[in-house]
């Protein structure tokens, strides 16, 4: 339901909140909080449903006040709860009783998230020009908090009058979960999230997704690279890091100096004409303490500079395709694995949105020791840089359209791969096929979280027997 202006058949709260200050026993944000007044008017419903641990999401937008986002509070700098305008990546937001908070107590994906107390608020100072389809957003309990609930609020003129929007979200769990919100708004619209109960509790908000109808329809779209969930609810660990990257998401291994797996999206609004790089690069988005490995680290190893996300899949624009060639999206990969089985598999995939699909991948590194040109070996680089005992892939295939995880059926078609990093392996990759099941008991991850269980529980038992070309 969507209304311009306040409509008297809307249940009117009539509802304004002040601030006043509240001491915090265990941070140093204790800031006099200035007066300040919101209120809500009128509310909207909107489907609303819950996901456990879906994990960060990223996109590759350029327009973002037409085209949806990802905000990740990264950008920003705000340490009192003082009612103020912060700037970040999206655009300006005001918090009021809030704050980034980057604190060990602070539940995050990266180093910072939104932190908000009493009944204060974040709110985008900025419009959604084109409307908002879905609206997803993270959110935990701070520290040892106790429960505290929350909803989401809309503003139709320019955040002079805001209105309630879907139902309200009780926040009980330490762990970061996924609340999405189907809006379908098509016109001018701005956001943002107001704590309603829980006192001095807090509550964390992360990653907040903005998803926009701007890709709908049977055309192909720029999706989420992590539409299916966070496989190892990657973080902050140095074994178990997420990194985000405008083409790819990942979860980086310090230990072993590659990526314990890659997601990306794929569809033919990804890819392109644009020639390979061929411009291998340290990630210095890596934390400087961790090893970032360089292209030299290869040299004369006897494995090849092995993608996980492909250069090919993101030949759309130069950007695109040089940061495929980040290190941490390269593993060392045995020439007849990378050049044959592995390569072909990526064709096949790319031959698929050709006609009219999008697929979603997961590609990722298991075990150590492989077989290159050299002959065996367990590591390169001097023990820097494990090489792994195998590659594998999962691919998830839909025809192209929006609302991806409630388009999964039980006859969703998945193909998942296991190949050996070996030389004088077949290059038909085919005779690699496995099944997703298999896949998280190699690796201990689950692929597929955000699909209802029933569903889920089905495509990942079956072994893909389907064409392959």
């Given amino acids: 339901m969507k209304l311009l202006k306040p409509n008297p058949s809307l249940w009117i709260l009539s509802f304004a909140f002040f601030f006043t200050s509240c001491n915090i026993d265990d941070d140093n944000y204790n800031a006099e909080i200035q007066n300040v007044s919101n209120t809500i008017i009128g509310e909207f419903k909107a489907g609303t449903f819950l996901y456990d641990n879906e994990g960060p999401h990223d996109y590759s937008f350029h327009l973002k006040t037409q085209e949806g986002f990802i905000e990740t509070y990264e950008s920003g700098s705000k340490s009192s709860y003082a009612g103020a305008s912060v700037s970040l990546s999206s655009g300006d937001w005001y918090l009021n009783d809030a704050l980034l908070g980057g604190l060990s107590n602070d539940r995050k994906y990266q180093s910072k998230s939104v932190r908000i107390r009493n009944t204060g608020y974040a709110i985008m100072s900025f419009n959604m020009d084109n409307g908002v389809e879905t609206i997803r957003i993270r959110h935990a309990k701070y520290g040892n908090d106790g429960n505290s609930t929350w909803r989401l609020i809309a503003s139709y003129d320019n955040g002079v009058s805001w209105y309630y929007v879907g139902s309200t979200i009780t926040t009980n769990s330490t762990t970061l979960n996924t609340v999405s919100f189907d809006v379908n708004e098509t ?90 790089c061929n411009c291998f690069k340290r990630d210095n988005d890596l934390p400087s303490s961790f090893f970032r490995a360089t292209s030299s680290d290869y040299t004369n190893s006897g494995f090849d500079r092995g993608h996980l996300c492909p250069s090919a899949d993101r030949n759309g624009t130069e950007d695109s395709n040089e940061n495929t060639y980040y290190m941490s999206n390269i593993a060392p990969q045995a020439p007849d694995n990378n050049r ?70 039980t006859s969703t078609r998945v193909i998942a791969i296991n190949i050996p990093n070996d030389q004088g392996i077949t290059s038909d990759w085919t005779q690699f096929r496995t099944s997703v099941d298999a896949i998280e008991s190699l690796t201990g991850y689950d692929l597929f979280e955000n699909i209802t269980n029933s569903i889920e529980s089905v495509i990942e038992s079956v072994v893909d027997n389907g064409p392959s070309s």
């Fill in 187 to 276: 016109s001018s619209v701005r956001y943002g999230i107001q704590k309603l109960s829980g006192g001095s509790n807090r509550i964390n908000i992360d990653n907040v997704e903005i998803i926009t109808d701007t890709n709908s329809g049977s055309s192909p779209g720029i999706d989420s690279n992590i539409t299916f969930g966070n496989p190892s609810d990657a973080g902050t660990s140095s074994t178990n890091y997420y990194l985000s990257k405008p083409d790819f998401s990942l979860s980086y291994n310090n230990n072993t100096g590659t990526a314990n797996w890659v997601s990306w999206h794929l569809s033919s609004a990804w890819t392109g004409d644009t020639p390979r």
């Fill in 340 to 409: 044959k089985s592995w390569a072909n598999f990526e064709s096949y995939l790319r031959s698929l949105t050709l006609d009219g699909n999008e697929v979603h991948i997961i590609a990722g590194v298991a075990g150590s020791g492989g077989i290159g040109g050299n002959g065996f070996a367990t590591t390169i680089d001097g023990g820097n840089i494990t090489v792994p005992d195998s590659f594998w892939k999962v691919a998830l295939i839909l025809p192209n359209g929006t609302n991806d995880i409630n388009r999964v059926t």
